[in-house]
C-alpha cells in the first residue's frame, strides 16, 4: 500500500511519500524497483497518489497529454479537475469505478495530496476536495502519520520538510505496509 503526507509550515509546504509496493503477501521495496516513487510532478504541484502502482502512471499520462489547462491552485479549481480526469479515467484507461454500489458518486479508486506554492490539497476516490491548513495524510499508514505530524507539528525549529519525512518514518516502522526510503519535498508557499 502506500503512505503520502502533507505539511504547511512557516511559508513552506511539504510532501513525502514512502516506496514500498505491495502485491498480495508480496512487496517490491525500492531496491529492486527502480520506478518506485509515490509522486508525479504536475507544473509546479508535486501530487502524491494511494491506490494501485498504475494510478501514478495513469495521471503522468493524463497530464502530460491533456489539452485542457490544468489549475491545481484552489478548490474549485482542482474539483473540476479531477471531474474531467475522472471521464478520461473511465474513458480511455478503463477505470472499474465500482467500489461499493451503494456509493451515491464513482470512485477514481485513489487519494491523492497536492503540494504547490498555492498551499496543500487532498483528493478522496469520491473527488472531495479539501485545502488543508497544517497537515494531512493518507494511505495504509496514515493513522501513524497523523500521530506523528500531531506530535511534532509545533516543535520550534522543525521544518515542514522535516515533520512530513517524520511523519512517513513513523507509518513504516508500525504499518508492514508502508516502507523507507522516503522521498520528499519542499515547495515555496507565494503567500507567506
Do not use: C
Amino acid at each position: 500500500m502506500t503512505t503520502i503526507v502533507v505539511v504547511k509550515k512557516d511559508g513552506y509546504a511539504a510532501i513525502a511519500a514512502d516506496t514500498l509496493t505491495k502485491w498480495g503477501s508480496g512487496k517490491e521495496s525500492a531496491e529492486y524497483i527502480v520506478n518506485h516513487e509515490k509522486t508525479i510532478l504536475v507544473g509546479n504541484s508535486q501530487i502524491a497518489i494511494t491506490g494501485s502502482a498504475t494510478f501514478k502512471l495513469i495521471l503522468a499520462d493524463y497530464f502530460a497529454t491533456s489539452e485542457e489547462e490544468i489549475k491545481l491552485d484552489t478548490v474549485p479549481n482542482i474539483f473540476k479537475t479531477w471531474n474531467k480526469l475522472h471521464a478520461e479515467l473511465k474513458e480511455h484507461y478503463f477505470l472499474q469505478t465500482e467500489e461499493d454500489k451503494d456509493d451515491e458518486l464513482e470512485s477514481t479508486r485513489m487519494d491523492v495530496l497536492i503540494a504547490n506554492p498555492f498551499g496543500i490539497f487532498g483528493v478522496a476516490a469520491h473527488r472531495t476536495v479539501q485545502e488543508f491548513s497544517k497537515y494531512y495524510a493518507y494511505g495504509s499508514g496514515s493513522d501513524y502519520a497523523l500521530g506523528a505530524l500531531y506530535s511534532t507539528y509545533d516543535q520550534m525549529g522543525k521544518s515542514a520538510e522535516e515533520i512530513a519525512r517524520h511523519a512517513i518514518e513513523a507509518a513504516a516502522e508500525f504499518d508492514d505496509r508502508s516502507g523507507l526510503p522516503i522521498i520528499s519535498y519542499s515547495i515555496k508557499l507565494v503567500n507567506s
